[in-house]
């Protein structure tokens, strides 16, 4: 075992007897990791900090479920994720009804397709947070947490269908966006 895994296993355990300093260690140490996380999901960096406070209430009271197998890391990381889907679900009646009621063209423009696009990962994430909380989410989920359709359906309570379509339009308006701001 690295020495680091076992110094996060320790202070894991330091986290679970109620350490206020250990907790306040770790929460510096991925505070910085998790907050692009939560950025991805959250329409403004307030939203995203607020996530990530909750996430990290989570982490502290679950702590004791952490067992030492993977890493610590990807273990506040599923928290963190989690914990920002579980808040989109919440309000995903609103967002659904909205989308269903927005019009968005069909329409792409192919030229662009073979541009070459050096981007920075700010610029996205603020291209990310114009997008409606539906597709932004359907969009998190699919290309940063690798899940299927069929998962972000049965996670989120929406059909395949819904959530193919709004991964669709999530990639036509982040496109858009980009285009429209000239970013690249």
């Not at 610029?123 to 597709?135: D, F, K, N, R, S």
């Not at 359907?138 to 049965?154: K, L």
Request: contains cysteine.
């Amino acid at each position: 075992m690295s020495s680091e895994k076992s110094e996060f296993i320790e202070l894991a355990r330091l986290c679970e007897s109620g350490d206020r300093k250990a907790q306040e260690k770790l929460y510096r140490l991925f505070y910085g990791r998790m907050l692009p996380v939560c950025m991805r999901y959250a329409k403004d960096s307030e939203l995203a900090k607020d996530l990530l406070q909750d996430a990290f209430i989570k982490v502290f009271s679950k702590i004791k479920s952490y067992d030492g197998v993977g890493s610590l890391e990807g273990w506040i990381r599923r928290i963190v994720v989690n914990n920002a889907i579980d808040e989109f679900r919440k309000k995903k009646n609103d967002f659904f009804l909205m989308e269903s009621i927005e019009n968005v063209s069909d329409t792409e423009d192919e030229e662009d397709d073979d541009k070459e696009v050096n981007l920075k990962a700010s610029q996205v994430i603020e291209a990310l947070q114009e997008l409606t909380p539906a597709y932004r989410a359907v969009f998190n989920m699919f290309v940063f947490e690798e899940m299927t359709h069929a998962q972000i359906a049965e996670k989120v309570g929406i059909s395949v269908g819904t959530s193919k379509s709004n991964l669709s339009k999530a990639k036509r308006n982040l496109k858009n966006i980009l285009l429209r701001d000239q970013r690249f």
